[in-house]
Antibody
Framework: EVQLVESGGVVVQPGGSLRLSCAAS????????MHWVRQAPGKGLEWVSL????????YYADSVKGRFTISRDNSKNSLYLQMNSLRTEDTALYYC???????????WGQGTLVTVSS | QSVLTQPPSASGTPGQRVTISCSGS????????VYWYQQLPGTAPKLLIY???QRPSGVPDRFSGSKSGTSASLAISGLRSEDEADYYC???????????FGTGTKVTVL
């Protein structure tokens, strides 16, 4: 059974930093591209970033480019999101998602809540 | 970065057919597959349709997807109370090199 478990969400002040983690199990982690998707309270889904199976390719939404860094450790079946220079508008539930054989997000975690507030 | 436009709401009575539209452009829907996700209240999104019109195993055939040009649509036939959820379309955008989601549609079963 595929499982994705996010962690690391907390309350942080504007300008602060945070690292989110996603522990994956139930599939061959290093075969798949992985993504982060976020959802602000009461709002829609916003794609954040992706990383290829080997970490060689990364892409970011314009809203986080230059502030967030996606990475992975295939030896630990883990995905990460380093978030710097946090803004109030980064407040959201952050989901880790596995890419399928196309570019669909075929499995999602339950999310970890990041609140940026003074 | 919602460049895909959906109606904010749709509704129907049990058994009816509801259709949700998703409008994009040549750089996203016009040149790539469309995906649909269902988000039940308080839960993570779930893949409903992939590659325009394919259903993952376990998704009822009451759900169907289609695409024409720069628009796509999701149809729910035989509407049931458990279909009350938010629905999002998505696609890769070649110009922006990002995934884009639709603005989302809340489906209410009257």
């Amino acid at each position: 059974e595929v499982q994705l478990v996010e962690s690391g969400g907390v309350v942080v002040q504007p300008g602060g930093s945070l690292r989110l983690s996603c522990a994956a199990s139930g599939f061959t982690f290093d075969d798949y591209t992985m993504h982060w998707v976020r959802q602000a309270p009461g709002k829609g889904l916003e794609w954040v970033s992706l990383i290829s199976w080997d970490g060689g390719s990364t892409y970011y939404a314009d809203s986080v480019k230059g502030r967030f860094t996606i990475s992975r450790d295939n030896s630990k079946n883990s995905l990460y999101l380093q978030m710097n220079s946090l803004r109030t508008e980064d407040t959201a539930l952050y989901y880790c998602a596995k890419e399928g054989y196309g570019i669909e997000f075929d499995y999602w975690g339950q999310g970890t809540l990041v609140t940026v507030s003074s | 970065q919602s460049v895909l436009t959906q109606p904010p709401s749709a509704s129907g009575t049990p058994g009816q057919r509801v259709t949700i539209s998703c409008s994009g452009s040549s750089s996203n829907i016009g040149s790539n597959y469309v995906y649909w996700y269902q988000q039940l209240p308080g839960t993570a999104p779930k893949l409903l349709i992939y590659r325009n019109n394919q259903r993952p195993s376990g998704v009822p055939d009451r759900f169907s997807g289609s695409k024409s040009g720069t628009s796509a649509s999701l149809a729910i036939s035989g509407l049931r109370s458990e279909d009350e959820a938010d629905y999002y379309c998505a696609a890769w955008d070649d110009s922006l090199s990002v995934h884009v989601f639709g603005t989302g549609t809340k489906v209410t079963v009257l």
